[in-house]
């Protein structure tokens, strides 16, 4: 094996090694993962892939897979941000709807206790 194809396969597994222990301490933060965690995660991942890709092609595997990294990390996080923002915005609107059609019940009810009432 050459050096260079050694120098590749120690970036590579240096490259899962830290993939896996982010993994493994976002995963021991508690709860589920949100959605721009989830994006950052996904990005992170694919950028480090990317990079390291990129990185092999001009030598230098290490510094194109960190690179790739943190830049998709933030480019993920943005994404997943985006989206959480639309979850939150239609879990918002639901509550709402939801308000709402209980006032309406709450409004018939009383419509139907006053058709009910005589009249004097």
Known sequence: MNANASAVK??????????IAATLVTGCAGGALTTREKG??????????????????VHHPLAGAMIGTVLGAGAGGLIGDQLQGRDNAAYDQDQQIY????????QRRDIDQLRRRPEY
Do not use: C, K
């Not at 120690?10 to 993939?19: L, Q």
């Not at 308000?99 to 709450?106: D, V």
């Open 10 to 19: 120690r970036s590579s597994s240096f490259v899962a090694t830290i993939a």
């Open 40 to 57: 950052a995660g996904i990005g992170a991942l694919g950028g480090a892939s990317v990079g390291g890709l990129i990185g092999s092609a």
């Open 99 to 106: 308000r709402n059609q209980q006032e309406l019940e709450n």
